[in-house]
Nanobody, 128 residues
Framework: QLQLVESGGGLVQPGGSLRLSCAAS????????IGWFRQAPGKEREGVSC????????KYADSVKGRFTISRDNAKNTVYLQMNSLKLEDTAVYYC?????????????????????WGQGTQVTVFS
C-alpha cells in the first residue's frame, strides 16, 4: 500500500526555520514526482514546491521563493522541504503528494490535481 507520512511541523516564531520530511512506504519514490502543498483555514490549497523524480526540475510558489528549498534523498525514500525565514502567513497544514505521469510543464504548474497519492499533513504554525 502506497503511503506518505509527513513530519517536522510545529510551532515557530517569525524568522524561524523548520524542515519538513515526507517519507514513503510501500513504494519507491525514485519513480515519482513529489509536491508540497499547503492549506490554511478558509483558503484554497496552494502548491508550495514541486520536484521532478530525478530532482532536476523544481518549482516554487512566488510566496516562498528564496526562503524554502525542496530536496529529495531517494536512497532514504524521503523528500524534504527546508523552510527558512518563516512568516505568519506560512501557517497552514502542509501536505506532500506523489505523482507518476506528470510532464515537465506539469512540474512547473505544481498543481495538486496532478498528484494522486497524498499524506495526512503536518501542521506548521508561525506565531509572534
Amino acid at each position: 500500500q502506497l503511503q506518505l507520512v509527513e513530519s517536522g511541523g510545529g510551532l515557530v516564531q517569525p524568522g524561524g526555520s523548520l524542515r519538513l520530511s515526507c517519507a514513503a512506504s510501500g513504494f519507491t519514490l525514485d519513480y515519482y514526482h513529489i509536491g508540497w502543498f499547503r492549506q490554511a483555514p478558509g483558503k484554497e490549497r496552494e502548491g508550495v514546491s514541486c520536484i521532478s523524480r530525478n530532482g532536476g526540475n523544481t518549482k516554487y510558489a512566488d510566496s516562498v521563493k528564496g526562503r524554502f528549498t525542496i530536496s529529495r534523498d531517494n536512497a532514504k525514500n524521503t523528500v524534504y522541504l527546508q523552510m527558512n525565514s518563516l512568516k505568519l502567513e506560512d501557517t497552514a497544514v502542509y501536505y506532500c503528494a506523489a505523482g507518476f505521469n506528470i510532464s515537465p510543464l506539469g512540474i512547473g504548474r505544481c498543481q495538486g490535481n496532478e498528484y494522486a497519492n497524498w499524506g495526512q499533513g503536518t501542521q506548521v504554525t508561525v506565531f509572534s
